[in-house]
Protein backbone atom coordinates (compact mmCIF):
# COMPACT_ATOMS: atom_id res chain seq x y z
CA UNK A 1 0.00 0.00 0.00
CA UNK A 2 1.50 2.86 -1.14
CA UNK A 3 1.06 6.07 1.28
CA UNK A 4 1.71 9.67 1.42
CA UNK A 5 1.36 11.62 4.87
CA UNK A 6 1.05 15.15 5.56
CA UNK A 7 0.31 17.04 8.37
CA UNK A 8 -3.00 18.27 7.87
CA UNK A 9 -2.69 20.93 10.25
CA UNK A 10 -3.79 23.88 9.81
CA UNK A 11 -0.36 25.38 9.72
CA UNK A 12 -0.43 29.12 10.65
CA UNK A 13 2.11 31.55 9.64
CA UNK A 14 2.50 35.23 10.11
CA UNK A 15 2.05 37.38 6.77
CA UNK A 16 5.57 37.78 5.16
CA UNK A 17 6.99 35.05 7.47
CA UNK A 18 7.89 31.42 5.38
CA UNK A 19 5.56 28.47 4.82
CA UNK A 20 6.95 25.49 5.14
CA UNK A 21 4.48 22.02 4.25
CA UNK A 22 6.26 18.74 5.01
CA UNK A 23 5.31 15.45 3.65
CA UNK A 24 6.86 11.85 3.56
CA UNK A 25 5.95 8.74 1.16
CA UNK A 26 6.32 4.98 1.46
CA UNK A 27 7.68 3.61 -1.79
CA UNK A 28 11.15 3.96 -2.27
CA UNK A 29 10.84 3.57 -5.89
CA UNK A 30 8.55 6.79 -6.14
CA UNK A 31 10.13 9.07 -9.45
CA UNK A 32 8.18 12.08 -9.50
CA UNK A 33 6.92 14.29 -6.69
CA UNK A 34 3.93 17.16 -7.30
CA UNK A 35 2.70 19.92 -5.34
CA UNK A 36 -0.71 21.36 -5.66
CA UNK A 37 -2.39 23.91 -4.33
CA UNK A 38 -6.61 24.20 -3.33
CA UNK A 39 -8.32 27.19 -2.14
CA UNK A 40 -11.58 26.26 -0.49
CA UNK A 41 -14.42 24.71 -3.33
CA UNK A 42 -11.94 24.67 -6.26
CA UNK A 43 -9.74 22.42 -8.05
CA UNK A 44 -6.13 21.68 -7.40
CA UNK A 45 -3.95 23.51 -8.92
CA UNK A 46 -0.40 22.21 -9.60
CA UNK A 47 2.30 24.35 -8.10
CA UNK A 48 5.86 22.22 -8.69
CA UNK A 49 7.23 19.35 -10.17
CA UNK A 50 10.09 18.00 -8.85
CA UNK A 51 12.17 14.70 -9.80
CA UNK A 52 15.43 15.40 -8.51
CA UNK A 53 17.21 15.49 -5.04
CA UNK A 54 17.79 18.80 -3.84
CA UNK A 55 15.89 22.02 -4.26
CA UNK A 56 13.86 23.65 -7.17
CA UNK A 57 12.95 27.18 -7.05
CA UNK A 58 10.31 28.79 -9.00
CA UNK A 59 9.36 32.62 -7.77
CA UNK A 60 8.07 32.40 -3.92
CA UNK A 61 8.07 28.55 -3.86
CA UNK A 62 11.01 26.03 -3.33
CA UNK A 63 11.02 21.91 -3.56
CA UNK A 64 12.64 19.95 -1.88
CA UNK A 65 13.23 16.20 -2.41
CA UNK A 66 14.86 13.76 -0.16
CA UNK A 67 14.95 10.73 -1.38
CA UNK A 68 17.10 8.56 1.18
CA UNK A 69 14.71 9.90 3.85
CA UNK A 70 11.91 9.73 1.68
CA UNK A 71 10.44 13.38 2.19
CA UNK A 72 9.51 16.00 0.06
CA UNK A 73 8.55 19.68 1.21
CA UNK A 74 7.56 22.90 -0.01
CA UNK A 75 8.42 26.14 1.14
CA UNK A 76 6.53 29.52 0.53
CA UNK A 77 8.58 32.32 1.27
CA UNK A 78 7.16 35.62 2.31
CA UNK A 79 3.54 34.08 2.63
CA UNK A 80 0.64 36.11 2.13
CA UNK A 81 -3.25 36.14 2.97
CA UNK A 82 -4.16 34.75 -0.61
CA UNK A 83 -1.66 31.41 -0.27
CA UNK A 84 -4.06 30.22 2.82
CA UNK A 85 -5.56 26.91 1.05
CA UNK A 86 -4.95 23.21 1.40
CA UNK A 87 -1.61 22.39 0.07
CA UNK A 88 -1.39 18.62 -1.79
CA UNK A 89 1.20 16.57 -2.04
CA UNK A 90 1.02 13.87 -4.59
CA UNK A 91 3.61 11.30 -5.44
CA UNK A 92 3.96 8.62 -8.63
CA UNK A 93 5.73 5.54 -7.83
CA UNK A 94 7.82 4.06 -10.69
CA UNK A 95 5.74 2.31 -13.57
CA UNK A 96 2.67 3.48 -12.37
CA UNK A 97 0.77 6.81 -14.12
CA UNK A 98 -1.84 7.14 -11.03
CA UNK A 99 -0.40 8.93 -8.17
CA UNK A 100 -0.72 8.92 -4.83
CA UNK A 101 -2.46 11.97 -2.86
CA UNK A 102 -1.41 13.08 0.64
CA UNK A 103 -4.75 14.30 2.87
CA UNK A 104 -3.65 17.91 2.40
CA UNK A 105 -1.96 20.13 4.78
CA UNK A 106 -4.14 23.63 5.60
CA UNK A 107 -2.52 26.71 5.45
CA UNK A 108 -3.43 29.56 7.15
CA UNK A 109 -1.65 33.41 6.35
CA UNK A 110 -2.71 35.95 8.93
CA UNK A 111 -2.05 39.60 8.42
CA UNK B 1 -4.36 29.29 -19.09
CA UNK B 2 -6.58 26.14 -18.26
CA UNK B 3 -5.27 22.92 -19.95
CA UNK B 4 -8.45 20.86 -18.78
CA UNK B 5 -11.73 22.55 -19.48
CA UNK B 6 -14.36 20.68 -17.44
CA UNK B 7 -18.17 21.31 -17.83
CA UNK B 8 -20.81 22.27 -16.18
CA UNK B 9 -19.21 24.14 -13.17
CA UNK B 10 -22.35 23.59 -11.00
CA UNK B 11 -25.62 21.47 -11.46
CA UNK B 12 -29.05 21.14 -9.53
CA UNK B 13 -31.29 18.34 -10.16
CA UNK B 14 -33.90 16.05 -8.87
CA UNK B 15 -33.46 12.77 -7.16
CA UNK B 16 -33.89 9.84 -9.60
CA UNK B 17 -32.39 11.60 -13.05
CA UNK B 18 -29.21 11.71 -14.55
CA UNK B 19 -26.05 14.01 -14.85
CA UNK B 20 -23.30 14.30 -17.52
CA UNK B 21 -20.25 15.95 -16.55
CA UNK B 22 -17.81 16.51 -19.62
CA UNK B 23 -13.80 16.69 -19.57
CA UNK B 24 -12.01 17.92 -22.39
CA UNK B 25 -8.40 18.40 -22.74
CA UNK B 26 -8.23 21.93 -24.63
CA UNK B 27 -4.92 21.23 -26.63
CA UNK B 28 -3.31 18.03 -26.11
CA UNK B 29 -4.26 13.93 -26.44
CA UNK B 30 -5.39 13.03 -23.33
CA UNK B 31 -5.94 8.74 -23.69
CA UNK B 32 -5.87 8.60 -19.97
CA UNK B 33 -8.08 10.71 -17.54
CA UNK B 34 -9.10 10.14 -14.44
CA UNK B 35 -12.24 11.34 -12.43
CA UNK B 36 -12.34 12.10 -8.97
CA UNK B 37 -14.90 12.87 -6.16
CA UNK B 38 -14.35 15.10 -3.26
CA UNK B 39 -16.77 16.01 0.07
CA UNK B 40 -16.58 18.96 1.86
CA UNK B 41 -13.27 19.16 3.72
CA UNK B 42 -12.46 15.80 3.00
CA UNK B 43 -9.47 14.32 0.63
CA UNK B 44 -9.42 13.68 -3.17
CA UNK B 45 -10.75 10.10 -3.85
CA UNK B 46 -10.21 8.70 -7.36
CA UNK B 47 -13.41 6.76 -8.55
CA UNK B 48 -12.42 5.53 -12.28
CA UNK B 49 -9.70 5.97 -14.74
CA UNK B 50 -10.64 6.56 -17.95
CA UNK B 51 -9.68 5.35 -20.91
CA UNK B 52 -9.85 6.20 -24.77
CA UNK B 53 -11.15 3.41 -26.78
CA UNK B 54 -11.76 1.21 -23.91
CA UNK B 55 -13.35 0.34 -20.90
CA UNK B 56 -12.42 2.70 -17.41
CA UNK B 57 -11.11 0.96 -14.57
CA UNK B 58 -13.60 1.57 -11.26
CA UNK B 59 -12.01 1.82 -7.90
CA UNK B 60 -13.02 -0.55 -5.28
CA UNK B 61 -16.41 0.34 -4.01
CA UNK B 62 -17.43 2.75 -7.14
CA UNK B 63 -20.33 1.32 -9.11
CA UNK B 64 -19.71 1.07 -12.51
CA UNK B 65 -23.39 1.08 -13.09
CA UNK B 66 -24.10 4.48 -11.46
CA UNK B 67 -20.94 6.03 -12.23
CA UNK B 68 -20.98 5.34 -16.83
CA UNK B 69 -18.15 6.76 -17.73
CA UNK B 70 -17.36 7.58 -21.66
CA UNK B 71 -13.88 8.29 -23.03
CA UNK B 72 -14.71 8.50 -26.69
CA UNK B 73 -12.18 10.67 -28.41
CA UNK B 74 -8.82 12.11 -27.45
CA UNK B 75 -10.20 14.75 -26.37
CA UNK B 76 -13.06 14.25 -24.33
CA UNK B 77 -14.33 11.64 -21.61
CA UNK B 78 -17.25 12.22 -19.93
CA UNK B 79 -18.90 11.22 -16.17
CA UNK B 80 -22.93 10.89 -16.06
CA UNK B 81 -24.27 9.88 -12.88
CA UNK B 82 -27.49 7.91 -13.38
CA UNK B 83 -30.26 7.84 -11.23
CA UNK B 84 -28.72 10.58 -8.61
CA UNK B 85 -30.14 10.40 -5.16
CA UNK B 86 -29.13 13.39 -2.44
CA UNK B 87 -26.36 10.76 -1.73
CA UNK B 88 -24.11 11.33 -4.42
CA UNK B 89 -23.96 15.40 -4.17
CA UNK B 90 -20.41 15.75 -4.46
CA UNK B 91 -17.32 17.70 -6.10
CA UNK B 92 -16.64 15.84 -8.95
CA UNK B 93 -13.09 16.83 -10.66
CA UNK B 94 -11.54 15.57 -13.79
CA UNK B 95 -7.89 15.67 -14.09
CA UNK B 96 -5.19 14.41 -16.88
CA UNK B 97 -1.72 13.74 -17.18
CA UNK B 98 0.13 16.26 -19.61
CA UNK B 99 3.23 14.88 -21.27
CA UNK B 100 4.69 12.24 -23.28
CA UNK B 101 5.90 10.09 -20.31
CA UNK B 102 2.75 9.14 -18.24
CA UNK B 103 4.96 7.61 -15.76
CA UNK B 104 6.28 11.61 -15.03
CA UNK B 105 3.99 13.99 -16.25
CA UNK B 106 1.46 15.79 -13.17
CA UNK B 107 -2.08 15.72 -13.32
CA UNK B 108 -4.05 18.91 -14.57
CA UNK B 109 -7.22 19.12 -13.50
CA UNK B 110 -10.29 21.08 -14.83
CA UNK B 111 -12.21 23.14 -12.37
CA UNK B 112 -14.91 20.84 -11.03
CA UNK B 113 -18.46 20.22 -11.08
CA UNK B 114 -20.29 20.83 -7.80
CA UNK B 115 -23.10 18.39 -8.19
CA UNK B 116 -26.44 18.91 -5.66
CA UNK B 117 -28.93 16.89 -6.05
CA UNK B 118 -32.00 17.71 -4.12
Not at chain 1, 25 to 46: I, N, V
Not at chain 1, 67 to 89: F, G
Not at chain 2, 58 to 87: C, M, R, W
Amino acid sequence: QKEVEQNSGPLSVPEGAIASLNCTYSDRGSQSFFWYRQYSGKSPELIMSIYSNGDKEDGRFTAQLNKASQYVSLLIRDSQPSDSATYLCAVLSGGSYIPTFGRGTSLIVHP
Amino acid sequence: GAVVSQHPSWVICKSGTSVKIECRSLDFQATTMFWYRQFPKQSLMLMATSNEGSKATYEQGVEKDKFLINHASLTLSTLTVTSAHPEDSSFYICSAPRGGDFHNSPLHFGNGTRLTVT
